[in-house]
């Protein structure tokens, strides 16, 4: 169970939180970071409750301190509003590269606005897309 946890929650990471992946992989503290993170929710493992149960509240006690998730946040609005620049990155591999330089470039805004799951903030989306604008014509502007 706790092999499938590790997996699970890696996989988690690689996708919703890129940054934090590649950060924990910069500093060798990937492994030491999951297991922290399983040990956790060892009292869950010890439940008697169906294994689905325990995987799920394993997940969301492991990644509660991770979300809402900011790069997701700015992938939907990417994904939104640019659907065509969206399309391009992906097409071209370098879509998670661009949404942590977005994201880090939101830093500032984040910290003044955290986005809340499933709350909507039509200020925070304003100025988030106006970031994301300005980034793809400094980026990708046509020569």
């Known amino acids: 169970m706790k092999n499938r946890l590790q ?11 890129p940054e934090l992946f590649q950060q924990l992989l910069r500093d060798d503290a990937l492994h030491v ?37 900011r790069i997701r946040y700015v992938r939907d609005l990417l994904e939104e509003r640019f659907s065509d620049e969206y399309d391009q990155l992906l ?13 880090s470039l939101c830093k500032t805004l984040f910290e003044q606005y955290p986005p809340v799951e499933e709350i909507e903030n039509p200020e925070l989306d304003q100025q988030v897309v106006r970031i ?12």
Not at 36 to 55: G, H, N, W, Y
């Open 7 to 17: 997996d699970l929650l890696l996989d988690y990471i690689r996708e919703h939180n």
């Open 132 to 143: 994301i604008s300005d980034y793809l014509l400094t980026q990708y502007q046509a020569a």
């Open 33 to 69: 970071w999951v297991l922290d993170k399983i040990k956790e929710v060892d009292m869950v493992l010890t439940q008697s409750k169906p294994f689905k149960a325990i995987e799920a509240e394993c997940m969301e006690r492991m990644t509660s301190a991770i979300r809402p998730n």
């Open 91 to 103: 097409i071209s591999g370098l879509l998670n590269y661009e949404l942590v330089a977005m994201t």
